[in-house]
């Protein structure tokens, strides 16, 4: 066959669930979410000797850290995201030897292949930004590139390139780090939904799980693409949409690059399985919902700079969402625990896309099947950058969300300056320009990727 059949869904996001065995009464922290932005800040604070719970109400990383094409880049980046990001990358760097797994990490190199003279120059503005924060990224002539992209078909002006950035295994490595987080002394609860929070005096005073409740004075929302729903129950706007990615995986095969590749065909990385990982370079699905009318204001600019790759469509996810409960009793099952894992089926049109662009660019792959193929769901901000601080309005609630497709880099970086926010320690990052407050305070909102 040569398009994947859909259902061969990784067994990682189909595997039992196992609930806690125990449930601790309270913590200085309880975390919403095992993704890589969870685990990564409950790893950093166990370190800092603080009592960190962290909940998951499906699998760690089974929902966007576990599906994401696995590029871990600096390249192209919004300069909110820069210094947090090069931080990342040293951790990246560490992280074999603090958690003793190998989670696929390699400074392989990232590219951004141009068509024309006009698109290499569009480049040159990031060679501005990289130069100013020390990031040695240069423009690749279409010969300089030959040397790293072996028998590509389609005509190339050349590409933008950072060596130092890299590439990683999305399902090694959030499981990775909650483990080391664990020995640290975090405690790790999957199958474990969070319905809500307790308050004191108008402050948070505790979180109500499906097991019980914990009591504590702050909470982190790091809930992916369920972080508006779940902080709308409790009176909290949270300016936030969601986009389907469909991905595949080929089978091993010779070596076409090492790195990570982008261009207005695939998006394509090596795999330390020795395939590819391969997403459609010019095609992300949004289904239209209440949300998109709610913030439609707010998200003009994103959706104008995404306006080519978006596939906008109106169907089921709208009435799914119209339907769905706003606010729920705590004591009776909610959202999260009828939806463990979010697990969008892959688009087939999308998928004879990827193969075909895929043969396209690289015919020597012609024959190299297409082994596995799932879809997730990218949540994204107004400008396309997360939100990260506290909630206004509710004291002891944090907020770390909204990272916008390129939050599995970002995550450990992202995890060692929440965990310096909570604890009061400097770690040099400036979250300011990320808090929340940002899309309601009169603050300028628009994308600022300079590539
Ligand atoms: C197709 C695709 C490709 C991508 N490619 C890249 C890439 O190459 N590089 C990159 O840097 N980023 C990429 N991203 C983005 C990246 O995967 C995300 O930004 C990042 O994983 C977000 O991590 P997170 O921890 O914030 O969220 P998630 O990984 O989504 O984790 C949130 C978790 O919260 C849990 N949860 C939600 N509500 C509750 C509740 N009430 N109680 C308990 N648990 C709850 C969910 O089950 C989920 O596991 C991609 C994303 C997708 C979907």
Request: hydrophobic content about 40%; charged content about 20%.
């Amino acid at each position: 066959m040569r398009v994947t059949d859909a259902s061969t869904v990784s067994s990682t996001w189909t595997a039992p669930l196992a609930p806690p065995n125990s449930m601790p009464d309270s913590a200085d922290v309880v975390i919403i979410g095992g993704g890589i932005v969870g685990v990564s800040t409950a790893w950093f604070l166990a370190k800092q000797g603080v009592s960190v719970v962290l909940c998951e109400k499906g699998h760690v990383a089974g929902e966007q850290s576990g599906r994401n094409w696995g590029w871990v880049r600096v390249q192209g980046r919004d300069t909110r995201e820069i210094p947090m990001m090069l931080d990342s990358l040293r951790i990246w760097d560490g992280l074999r030897d603090e958690t003793g797994e190998d989670v696929g990490f390699a400074r392989s190199g990232c590219f951004f292949t141009a068509r024309s003279g006009e698109e290499m120059a569009a480049f040159e503005k990031w060679l501005v930004t990289a130069a100013e924060y020390g990031i040695e990224s240069r423009l690749l002539s279409t010969q300089e590139l030959d040397e790293h992209v072996t028998g590509c078909a389609v005509p190339l002006a050349g590409a933008l390139y950072t060596e130092s950035d890299g590439r990683a295994e999305p399902q090694k490595a959030a499981p990775a780090i909650a483990r080391a987080a664990e020995r640290a002394g975090a405690t790790i609860l999957t199958a474990c939904a969070v319905r809500g929070v307790e308050t004191t005096a108008g402050a948070v005073s505790a979180v109500v799980t499906e097991h019980g409740v914990i009591r504590t004075a702050t909470v982190l929302c790091a809930a992916g693409a369920w972080s508006a729903c779940f902080l709308r129950s409790l009176g909290v706007k949270v300016p936030q949409l969601k986009v389907r990615g469909t991905v595949a995986r080929t089978a091993a095969c010779d070596s076409v690059l090492e790195g990570n590749v982008f261009d207005e065909l695939i998006g394509i990385r090596r795999r330390d399985d020795g395939g590819y990982t391969v997403a459609h370079g010019s095609i992300l699905q949004h289904g239209i919902t209440p949300s998109t009318l709610r913030w439609s204001i707010k998200f003009i600019p994103a959706l104008l700079q995404e306006f080519k790759t978006l596939s906008i469509s109106i169907g089921k996810d709208f009435f799914e969402e119209l339907r769905a409960p706003k606010t729920w009793a705590l004591d009776e099952e909610t959202v999260f625990e009828q939806t463990r894992v979010l697990n969008p089926e892959p688009s087939r049109r999308v998928l004879r896309g990827i193969r075909a662009n895929l043969d396209m660019m690289f015919p020597q792959l012609r024959n190299v099947p297409i082994v596995e193929a799932w879809a997730g769901m990218v949540e994204t901000t107004p400008d396309v950058v997360p939100m990260i601080g506290p909630v206004d309005g509710l004291p002891g609630m944090q907020i770390a969300t909204g990272f916008s497709g390129h939050g599995f880099g970002l995550g450990p970086g992202a995890g060692k300056a929440i965990a310096g926010l909570l604890t009061g320690t400097d770690t040099g990052v400036d979250l300011h320009p990320l808090r929340l407050g940002r899309f309601f305070d009169g603050s300028r909102i628009r994308p600022q990727s300079t590539v």
